[in-house]
Nanobody, 120 residues
Framework: QVQLVESGGGLVQPGGSLGLSCAASGQFFSIKSMGWYRQAPGKQREWVAAITSGGSPNYAVSVEGRFTISRDNVKNTIYLQMNSLKPEDTAVYYC??????????????WGQGTQVTVSS
């Protein structure tokens, strides 16, 4: 059973910082890309950032320069460091991974989501 378990999140004031992490566990052959999405109330889920197995990051325009995604392939974990947070960053953040299983091809997995609230 493959799982993505997120941690971090919480309440922070505008301009503050917060970190998220997401660890993949279970039996699998390899992990390709991993990343973060978010969904604000009443809005569609949107892509935030992603990182390849080789460590190349990509960011949505709305977070570039403020968020940093990183990856530890030994721990099968990604991190999202969020700085200069704005109220519009408030959302449930979901971890995503493209995981290659031993018996099938690449499969999409999602974490359970973690709430990030930016408010004074």
């Amino acid at each position: 059973q493959v799982q993505l378990v997120e941690s971090g999140g919480g309440l922070v004031q505008p301009g503050g910082s917060l970190g998220l992490s997401c660890a993949a566990s279970g039996q699998f052959f390899s992990i390709k890309s991993m990343g973060w999405y978010r969904q604000a109330p009443g809005k569609q889920r949107e892509w935030v950032a992603a990182i390849t197995s080789g460590g190349s990051p990509n960011y949505a325009v709305s977070v570039e320069g403020r968020f940093t995604i990183s990856r530890d392939n030994v721990k099968n974990t990604i991190y999202l460091q969020m700085n200069s947070l704005k109220p519009e960053d408030t959302a449930v953040y979901y971890c995503h991974a493209d995981i290659v299983l031993w018996t099938t091809g690449p499969t999409n997995y999602w974490g359970q989501g973690t709430q990030v609230t930016v408010s004074s």
